[in-house]
C-alpha cells in the first residue's frame, strides 16, 4: 500500500471521529494527516511528510486555541439571562424542589440552609439542569 493511501486513511478516520466528538481538534489533526497524504503523493520522503503534519498540526493547534480563547460563549450568557429571575414554586421539600420557570418545571436547590421555600424564590445560579435558589 502506498504511503499517501494511509495518510488519507488515517484522515478519514480522524474526521470521521471528529464528527462524534465536536471539539474540532481532530479536524485539524485529520487535515494534518490529509496534507502529509498530498506530500506523499508529490513524492516527499518520509521525513517531509512527517514535518509538513507535525507543522500543520502544531499550527492548526494553536490557531484553534487563540480562536476558542477569543470566541465568546453565548451558554453562559443565555445563563446569566436566568440569574436574579423570580420562579414559581410547584414544590419544596428540604431544600430541593421543582419550580415553574420558563413554562417548563426545573429542578432546583436552595442556596443555603436558609432559604424559606414559602417566600418569592429567586434563580441564583444554574448548574446543569438545577436552578439554585435563594430568597
Known sequence: MQGYVVWWILAAVLVGVELTSGT???LVYG?????AGVAAW???GVVAQLVTAGVIAVLGTLALRH??????????????LDLGQTV???SWQDGRG??????AL??????SAGVDGTRPLVIRAVRGNTLVLGN
Do not use: I, M, N
Open 24 to 26: 474540532f481538534y481532530l
Open 31 to 35: 487535515v494534518a494527516a490529509g496534507a
Open 42 to 44: 508529490l513524492g516527499g
Open 67 to 80: 480562536w476558542k480563547r477569543t470566541t465568546g460563549h453565548p451558554e453562559s450568557t443565555v445563563q446569566d
Open 88 to 90: 414559581q414554586v410547584e
Open 98 to 103: 421543582q419550580v415553574k420557570y420558563r413554562g
Open 106 to 111: 426545573w429542578d432546583a436547590e436552595a442556596e
